[in-house]
């Protein structure tokens, strides 16, 4: 999903706490995230400047967030999509802990990309 929105390719996704030394679930688990995303230049600044452009991602279905990802779309839009240049955020979830979310997790959003993928 982070590729999706546009982060750079060199991200690094690093798990931690998934279990505790006697071998039970960590009750807090997560992720260290390193990645690079566009952000708009300052009017004055005109080198290492970016062609870019807006795009449509829709992350709801088709492989991507699905009925139990309610919780993870909630952290997506929470903690991570801050670190991205966006606009027109929409989620519609109906999120109730440790259940299927009724109608799936539809959520979409724009992001500043670079222009023609490049």
Not at 4 to 32: E, M, N, Q
Not at 67 to 91: K, M
């Amino acid at each position: 999903m982070l590729l999706l929105l546009g982060a750079r390719k060199d991200l690094l996704v690093t798990r931690s706490g998934c279990s505790t030394p006697g071998g039970t679930p960590d009750p807090f688990p997560g992720y260290d995230i390193n990645l690079s995303t566009l952000q708009p230049a300052p009017a004055a600044q005109t080198a290492d400047l970016v062609n870019s452009q807006w795009k449509a991602v829709d992350l709801g279905g088709s492989g991507k967030l699905e009925a139990g990802d309610c919780e993870l779309a909630e952290q997506l839009r929470d903690q991570l999509l801050p670190a991205f240049t966006t606009r027109n955020v929409q989620i519609q979830t109906s999120c109730v802990p440790h259940q299927l979310a009724a109608g799936g997790v539809k959520m979409s959003v724009e992001v500043l990309a670079v222009a023609n993928g490049k």
